[in-house]
């Protein structure tokens, strides 16, 4: 988004606890690598994010159809943010009235094209990532017994493992999860006799 207020680099970080994009971040610092033209350029850059619900019976992924169906899904999930929480969240400069987001601070790729209501949000970076390795592994209670060790060579020659999926002390998705993993992994590659002995906040199972 980006035609309203200039925003300063690092201004919002927080949870909105309205799904879906219940977690919101400011990534405007990324404009200055970007080409934009100086007079249509965006003022700020924000990221919305959310589980997006999976279909019952699990993910089809042998259906050729599948990504796109989940990117459909994601699509009307923006739209539902949108027309109903973004407006409560957003200064009043922000709205068309005290109900509606107006959507033309939305910068789109292609100005011409957006006649249509609803096509600057179209024109949006949405994603759904449905592929197993793009998915976010949870920490729901119970399931840290089915990690695998990080720094561990897992039985193959010079593979060892990192990552906040891993178990680490932490076992959250987070990047300090990941630095422990890390930790743990290059200690494990130096071949240390404790690989954790450094790793503050790890303990063992």
């Known amino acids: 988004m980006g035609d309203g207020g200039r925003q300063q680099p690092g201004d919002g970080l927080g949870a909105g606890f309205a799904h879906p994009h219940d977690t919101f971040a400011d990534y405007s610092d990324v404009l200055r690598h970007e080409r934009w033209p100086s007079h249509d350029a965006p003022h ?15 993910p089809d992924l042998h259906n050729p159809l599948y990504p796109a169906q989940r990117q459909a899904a994601a699509m009307d999930q923006a739209r539902q943010f949108v027309s109903s929480e973004l407006p409560r969240m957003l200064p009043k400069g922000a709205i068309v009235n005290t109900d509606q987001f107006d959507e033309t601070k939305l910068v789109p790729r292609d100005r011409a094209s957006t006649t249509e209501p609803g096509s600057r949000l179209a024109q949006q970076y949405i994603r ?3 592929q197993p390795t793009e998915r976010c592994v949870q920490a ?9 060790d990080a720094g561990k060579a897992a039985g193959i020659g010079n593979l060892y493992l990192a990552g906040d ?17 890390d930790k743990l992994a290059g200690n494990a590659v130096l071949g240390l006799v ?10 063992e199972r």
């Open 140 to 148: 729901v209670a119970g399931s840290t017994r089915h990690r695998l």
């Open 165 to 181: 999926w891993t178990y680490n002390g932490l076992n959250v998705g987070c990047v300090e999860s990941a630095l422990m993993s």
């Open 44 to 58: 700020s850059v924000w990221y919305f994010a959310d589980v997006l619900p999976t279909p019952a019976g699990g």
């Open 128 to 130: 759904a990532n449905v």
């Open 194 to 203: 404790d690989p954790s002995a450094d790793v503050h906040g790890y303990f």
